[in-house]
């Protein structure tokens, strides 16, 4: 099931976790947003995706990952999960 969390809830979300997305890491995700014309459901999983990569949020490699999914067509969660495993993401 998609998550109907726009991308500004999903970091609200993860920052009460203790995830800190300072002033840059925000400017990342609106360029990578905007360069690539994902929704917010691709945002987010990029997001997850860089954070359990990186361990802390790294805007070139949010972008890169976002790039990806773009490019390789994904539409869902699961997906892009496999993708990242096959490619020895995560």
Not at 85 to 90: G, M, S, T
Request: glycine share 4%; hydrophobic share 40%; proline share 0%.
């Amino acid at each position: 099931m998609k998550s109907t969390l726009s991308t500004e809830e999903y970091i609200q979300q993860l920052s009460a976790k203790g995830f800190v997305f300072r002033e840059d890491s925000l400017g990342f995700i609106e360029f990578g947003k905007h360069y690539t014309a994902s929704s917010d459901y691709l945002v987010n999983i990029a997001i997850e995706l860089t954070l359990k990569a990186q361990k802390q949020f790294d805007g070139s490699f949010f972008v890169s990952i976002l790039e990806m999914i773009q490019t390789e067509s994904i539409q869902t969660k699961s997906a892009a999960f496999q993708l990242a495993k096959k490619k020895k993401i995560i």
